[in-house]
């Protein structure tokens, strides 16, 4: 549409309103398009210069610039920093032709200024680049030295007085633009420059009235316009930096507001804001509560009102507005003029010397005695206006008012004003008055005025005094508060009910309500002892007081929610007084919600609102509700604001009770057709009727308390009504914009609710206040439908938190069958689906940006779904096609960068998330990331440009963070289809082509598709991670950034850039060390440079040598790997120092993850064990972490990384020792202690890796047993707590501290090894000692597995037994297993102990260390003690193990330790085994425990020598025959026990052939043995003969069997 052409057209009119207000209109529209504003500029930039000599055209086009800068500030993505070089040159180029043409000079000069003030708002980033020529151009515009200023004098006629006025008026006004918009470049020295035009500019104002005396009047308004100027930029800056100027300043402003040179008796607008918000209802000012509030703002008494309007100043094009105001309407300059000099006057007042306050004071006083009738009262105003704002300055700077002189003359000044027939002045009175006693702040001074208050109530009789000293005696308490004033509460409150009920005024009643409303308030818990009569006061007034006299009515209504909030909780009570009090209070409610006038019923539901906060029970929600519900569609705006905020109360509380009845209501409306109350709650509820508000409300405050209460009820009904908000959402989000349509809500609903709603459905959205049913109604507007995107996003959030159902179609289905009413978000999937979709490929910017939010949101939770019908597949495959339709309208050309940045995001999700599973669907959204890595490619100058550079750099890092986490994502699939190997062949040798048949995504297949751009790729990785780094250097490294920027980011917008580098350089770094770890380090930059457009290869090149001069091809492979090791050590270390808190967690996970990648590669770990500090380093800040960051993910991705720096040092110390020997063949040195501690022992904490380790993982194994530190369990706060389990995550992570603890000694020399071994095997036993706990399935917990292996590695580690610490070694190893021996004793208190992982540790150093260091007597005693204690458990799984552990004890090769074991340990096996005869075994683990110990017993005959094989024979032989059963007994025996006797008897078919000898002795002694042994072979053989007759084919192997037994006997 030519809108925008009908709009500039106007720019050229000759009336300067219109100019401004297309201006204004040109500002609106690219604020809403921000795409327009960059075109918009540069046209107008081109226009301007091509019609310099129309005045209207400079005028016109500068203003629409200006305006067009000062929305800058609300597009987020900002122009392009040249933009401010151009409109500097514009506006430079038009002062400095100003003077050359007289018709245009005015102009010229005009609109020069104007930009210049419009460029500062766009901040430091920008005007620092112009700094320098501005503060010349300032100093310029002002006369030097007062010789030059009468030369001007004496020199200028009228028209060119007039020029200079308006450009230094400019000046100023730039200035003040300045100081505003960039408080950070305000450095001493800049101030000080900006102190010499300023202050030429207050000495020219002296000079001024006679300048106009001498060319005429008309120069008047440029001279007040300069001086309103240097008001306002006074006020801005620091009063220190004008002190000189005092004097000559305060003149000049006294005499602008007592109206000395003033013939009109103009007065300030700012009285109003200045008395106290809340004593609005004395003045009626409560009208600009209401929808006309420009209307009624006029028709107050003494209002600026109207009045405002851009031509009067047209600075106010680029300031940011007023909240609330929609167009900036600054006031007539000679209200404005009063308006800056009385808020200067406030600023400057508490830096004056007492003496020139008392003088002032006193000047007031005689000002308003001089003045007469209008003018006195004009006057007045503004030196009430003065005194209020200097007074509010001093409580602001903590100062007092002055001796007891000033007092008394500003209480003279006040307490005069008290009588005056003015209610304003009364007001302003009486806030003074207060002010004054908060500054003054001494109890005499307040006692003293409130009893000349007090006084004057006692004997005066008309309206006027007693008004203005009620209110006095409010304010006192309003300001002193409670405990100042309490003394005079009783006299206060008497005084004041006694006027309240004076009938004949109501004026009085107002006035005394209101007053004592403010004391109530201001006095808290000290007057609950007024409660009562103040309370039956108020109802006999509500119920006297004709409804006519709406003032007085409000104030009762007042006092009533100030009684209420001083009862408090109390109101909960049941006590007769409580009850009696509450009734009252209900009563009074309810006679004010009947009144007629809008503003008590608004009193009585913030009344019953701070009633519901106290008494919820008491309160009846039936009734309230319901009238809350009409209220809502009311004609005012403080009901309906009223009525929103209560029900953001009880929404919060009670959001089910609250729709409930807002349902009933409505359908009782519809029942009976009432055509008397118009409520349009329809199906969708109150929930509709708040999304419809949310698009005809503008009120901010409204607006954010419907929002507020949406929240509150989603929060709580969303996931029990999950269809019912869907649906909401959905009809909002899918509402077409053709305004004919009956409303949004007709799309999509159901045939039979279509009938029941037609008559409803065009009421839904109109507004009811004069019943007029001709309005269309409003299609949901874009921030109603960004708000429901948003509401649809935190469903899911809610859902998440719920059930687990929510996310699991079958679960979900089969809840559904059971309770058809249960509603599941996976149900709705399309839906979510479909909305995200119209959201995201929406025309409206935001809303785009809320779809896409709800997209990822949306792949992110349901990417895991199975979908039951078709297993192997996920439920999200079926969207395929509609993810990527809302995608690839974001990789459009004039789509705006922060959209783009966003869709790249959800494109790696949904990558990533393994849904896909066609590899033409994924080539799809893979195209997509390609075509935006050209674009990233393509340079920093490219394309032409709409937004800020820093939006190219959000851009292009959103591009390569994508790509780094599809690349991450795709080696993770890769790695893990490389550890299954059988697949990858099935899958390479599929060829391209069959891809779509088969339905499997083949492994390797994202992996190719980031191949081909891998060169590239990890060129730009590495780029931006070097931009990174330096952009995280601190200030004072500044000089070391390059001067023309980095890969991806320029010079100006570094600020803004810093923040997008922040969020995407965790994927990068890890795409990164993934990329170097499987290729990188072998491959250098120089092959991949050839490919670079010249303009990258200067900046990747200069970004890539900053530290040395070299050329980038002369580096060499190893440097280059140095560099990029440096680089990422460098960032990583960067962060984990100081992460912080607001960090994501998928950052410190990121950063983690790939710095243990990088040290998976041989290169990455020589460099890092070669510089130990490094690691040293490392390992600190990895702690520092861990004290912050609590996650368990997070620890145990720490102990990864510390694991690889401890195995890179041990890989590095290892060579060096081989090196070593290799030299000591060669010749026979001595031999150098390598490792850590040398051959002194020490370890110096700082340089010593060992040292970090140590303290790192001691930190974490506190930090999960916190019993093993002394320091801990001694501690006050400590509560020693039972033995719990550890849980999985915490198992594991000590389980991966104990490894690398048993690490640690391999990194030191033998001494070394002394120094860190006690501190080492204490907290391996302890562990053992806190984690061997029993559980039920017999699990060995992974912390007590590490534990042995740790001891294991560290008693068979032979480099630490050295000649030199060989003593130590043998006392350490004994007091080890002493202490292991003293924590497997039994305790009472303690959870059963596992016996056989403290048994398998022991028996581990009967293994591993010789029997010189274990052969003590005292140990063995514990050995066989421990042994003997689980030999006789009741548990036979214990016994079980306890046997194989004595077996390999036995089997020892060294006798000398096996022996005596043997001898003490043998006789309880053999007592054991024997015992079972009686006992036989009921299940399997008894069986198996008695073959255990069989075999043991079998493994000592077969150690015993030839002579004294019979002896041991014949303890086993008859224990094995004791174990068989007769036929009978077989037949009916156990599973088991059946077991034992077939086991029994193949291990005496096998033991006889093995000694025959020895075999036949012993059944030659024993007859009965030897016929119970051939009885049950023969029925053995028997009842195999009948399997193999059943069983056709022929047993071979039992054939010899049978031999062997026929040769035996």
Known sequence: IGLLETVTSVLLHPSMAARL???????????????????????????????????????????????????????????????????????????????????????????????????????????????PKMLLLWRNVFPRSLKELEAEKARGDSFTWQVTLEGRAGALCAMRSFVAHCPELLTEDVIRKLMTPIECAMTMMSHIPSVTKAHGAHLKASAAMVRLRLYDILALLPPKTYEASFNALLRELVAEFTLTDNSANTTTSLLRSLCHYDDSVLLGSWLQETDHKSIEDQLQPNSASGSGALEHDPSSIYLRIPAGEAVPGPLPLGVSVIDASVALFGVVFPHVSYKHRLQMLDHFAECIKQAKGVRQQAVQLNIFTAVLSALKGLAENKSTLGPEEVRKSALTLVMGALDNPNPILRCAAGEALGRMAQV??????????????????????????????????????????????????????SILLALAQDGTSPEVQTWSLHSLALIVDSSGPMYRGYVEPTLSLVLTLLL?????????????????????????????????????????????????????????????????????????????????????????????????????????????????????????????????????????????????????????????????????????????????????????????????????????????????????????????????????????SVAPRWATRVFAAECLCRVIMLCENTHKAHFDLAIARSAKLKNPKSDFLVLHLSDLIRMAFMAATDHSNQLRMAGLQALEDIIKKFALVAEPEFPGHVILEQYQANVGAALRPAFSQDTPSDITAKACQVCSTWIGSGVVSDLNDLRRVHNLLVSSLDKVQAGKGSSSQLYRESATTMEKLAVLKAWAEVYVVAMKIKKEADSKPEKVVKCTEDDEDD????????????????????????????????????????PEFASQLPPDGGAFYTPETIDTARLHYRNSWAPILHAVALWLNSTGFSTSESTEEVTQSSSQKHSLSSALNQASNTSPVSKSLPEINKDRMHLILGVSIQFFCSPRPEEPIEHVTSCLQALHTLLDSPCARTHIAEDQLIGVELLNVL????????PPSVQLLVTAVVQQIVRAAQDYLQEKRNTQNEDDRKEKETDVALGEGNDHGGLVPGKSLVFAAMELLMFILVRHLPQLSTKVVDSPSHAPNKLQQLSEESARLVAATITILSDLPSLCSPEGCMTILPTILYLITRVLKETAIKSVDNQIPPPVSAGLQGIKTIVTYTLAKTDRTCRQWTTLIRSTLASILEYSEPEDNKPALDEVSMLTAIVLFLWSASAEIIGVQSLQDGCVKRFKHALKSSDPWVQAKCYQLLLSVFQHSNRALSTPYIHSLAPILVENLKAVEKKRPASSAELSAVQEGIKVLETLVALGEEQNRVQLLVLLVPTLISYLLDEQAFASASTASKGLHEFALQDLMRIGPLYPHAFKTVMGAAPELKAQLETAVRSSQASKAKAAARQPAPMVHMAPTIKLKTSFF
């Open 544 to 776: 006297t007081v004709p409804p006519s006299h709406t003032e007085v009515h409000q104030c009762l209504g007042r006092c009533l929610g100030a009684i209420i909030t001083t009862v408090g909780p109390e109101l909960q009570g049941n006590g007769a007084t409580i009850s009696t009090i509450r009734s009252s209070c209900l009563v009074g409610c309810a006679i004010m919600q009947d009144h007629s006038d809008s503003l008590v019923q608004a009193a009585a539901i913030s009344c019953l609102q701070q009633l519901h906060m106290f008494a919820p029970r008491h309160v009846n929600l039936s009734s309230l509700v319901p009238s809350l519900c009409v209220h809502l569609c009311s004609s005012h705006l403080l009901l309906r604001r009223a009525a929103v905020a209560c029900l953001r109360q009880l929404a919060q509380r009670e959001a089910a009770e609250v729709c409930e009845y807002a349902m009933s209501m409505a359908k009782n409306a519809s029942d009976k057709e009432s055509s008397d109350i118009n409520v349009n709650i329809t199906e969708t509820g109150l929930e509709g009727v708040l999304f419809g508000m949310l698009d005809r409300e503008t009120d901010r405050k409204l607006c954010s308390d419907i929002h507020d209460t949406l929240g509150h009820m989603l929060s709580s009904l969303a996931v029990d009504k999950l269809s019912h908000w869907l649906r909401l959402c959905k009809d909002v989000l899918a509402a077409s914009n053709d305004m004919t349509t009956a409303g949004p809500m007709g799309g999509s609903k159901d045939e039979e609710s279509e009938k029941k709603d037609e008559m409803d459905d065009d009421t839904i959205f109109t507004t009811h206040g004069d019943e007029d049913k001709s309005k269309p």
């Open 995 to 1034: 891809y779509s048949t088969t339905d499997e995504l083949p492994p390797d297949s994202l992996i190719t598709l980031v191949q081909p751009e891998l060169p590239t790729l990890s060129r730009l990785w590495l780029a931006a991670l070097k931009d990174y780094a330096l952009l995280t250097l601190p």
């Open 440 to 493: 003054v702040g001494e109890a005499t001074f307040i006692a003293r005025m409130a009893q000349y208050s007090f006084d004057k109530l006692k004997s005066a009789r008309d309206v006027v005094s007693r008004t203005g000293h009620s209110l006095a005696l409010g304010c006192l308490h309003r300001y002193v508060g409670g405990i100042g004033s309490g003394q005079h509460l009783k006299t206060s409150v």
């Open 1183 to 1190: 702690h520092r972490l861990l004290l912050t960051w609590d």
């Open 21 to 131: 207000a297309a201006a204004w209109c040109l500002r609106c529209v690219a604020v809403a398009l921000p795409y327009q504003l960059t075109p918009l500029l540069d046209r107008c930039a081109e226009r301007l210069n091509n019609l310099k000599t129309s005045p209207e055209a400079v005028s016109g086009y500068s203003f629409a610039m200006a305006a067009l800068l000062g929305g800058v500030h609300q597009c987020p993505l900002g122009i392009p920093h040249a933009k401010g070089k151009m409109v500097v040159s514009i506006a430079e180029d038009l002062l400095r032709t100003a003077s050359q043409n007289s018709r245009l000079s005015l102009p010229r000069t005009q609109a020069g200024w104007l930009l210049f003030g419009a460029l500062m708002t766009l901040g430091p980033s920008v005007v620092r680049y112009h700094l």
